[in-house]
């Protein structure tokens, strides 16, 4: 009777164990699930206590947060002093107007970063001649959809929110309307504290109306994969791309902006140099300012 009652006490107590284990592991966004078995089996072979301390000591797992995808954007005040200030960007700006802001867009991020004034005739014809193909082929919003849609592996829904999981891990989840990017559901769900259950979601009208909802983050997603790609084939535009890291990252992403919207594979030096000169001068600027103000401290030194 009393190895009955001690066996029952001690069961009992490994079940206390197992649910204190499982609140520390939802502390340190891991498995409680897992980590309350775990600690009630190994609590049986060794102590209670020693399980509890396992779970304890354990690092927690850490989210990176969602990924700041950069969009092609810019300053459009200072886009209007600048094309205000200088008829010839004026007139690129006018002569791809009619294609669509999304050039205007990538002319005036690249110009805001290089204030490339030599290379303007080459740069616009550059983007018009891949603008009016891109007219030409007019391709449907339909073909741009499932050619996205071919990234995902899978679209999952909870009772609060939908995802895609692509096929390289990455997630993409709609959070109140806004669409977040993550480097894993993982990750989503760590950064969350998401417990909820997820279940796949295989009704093509459904996953079509995901696509086209999350379309923008989608295309993010697609353009840095696509730089990432060109990178690994292009040994030109990875080199010159190299030679823009030491510098400010405003430089190599209007270096790769400009050769993802345009294509063009003729003036990549070009380009590369005349961004490095901008930036080699920012920089001089930069130490110039500083060093009047670190004479000054010197001077005030007691010392």
Request: charged share 25%; aromatic share 8%; net charge positive.
């Amino acid at each position: 009777m009393r190895e009955e009652q001690f066996l029952l006490a001690f069961v009992v107590i490994q079940v206390a164990v197992a649910i204190v284990a499982a609140a520390i592991a939802i502390k340190k966004g891991r498995n409680p699930v897992t980590w309350g078995i775990v600690c009630f089996v190994v609590g049986f072979f060794l102590s209670p206590l020693i399980a509890l301390l396992i779970i304890t000591f354990a690092p927690s797992l850490k989210s990176t947060g969602p990924l700041a995808i950069r969009k092609v954007g810019y300053n459009q005040n200072d886009w209007a002093r600048l094309a205000s200030s200088s008829p010839d960007i004026a007139a690129s700006a006018e002569q791809l107007r009619p294609f669509g802001e999304r050039w205007i867009a990538v002319l005036a991020s690249y110009l805001l970063v290089s204030d490339d004034r030599k290379n303007l005739p080459a740069i616009t014809q550059a983007l018009l001649d891949k603008a009016k193909a891109e007219a030409q082929r007019a391709v449907p919003d339909s073909e741009i959809l499932d050619r996205l849609g071919r990234n995902i592996e899978a679209i999952l829904r909870s009772s609060r929110r939908t995802m895609a999981r692509l096929k390289d891990g990455t997630a993409v989840v709609n959070i109140d309307g806004q669409f977040e990017v993550f480097i894993s559901v993982r990750d989503y769900k760590l950064f969350y504290r998401d417990r909820d259950r997820w279940n796949g979601v295989t009704e093509p009208a459904q996953v079509r109306a995901f696509v086209s909802a999350a379309r923008n983050a989608l295309e993010d997603i697609d353009r840095v994969e696509r730089w990432e790609k060109l990178l690994q084939s292009d040994g030109d535009i990875a080199t010159n791309f190299r030679r823009l890291r030491p510098y400010d990252a405003k430089y190599g992403r209007a270096f790769a902006e400009y050769l993802l919207a345009s294509d063009d594979r003729t003036n990549v030096a070009t380009i590369a140099n005349a961004l490095l000169e901008k930036a080699q001068a920012e920089k001089a600027l930069a130490g110039s300012r500083a060093s009047p103000e670190k004479s000054s401290e010197r001077g005030t030194n007691p010392a």
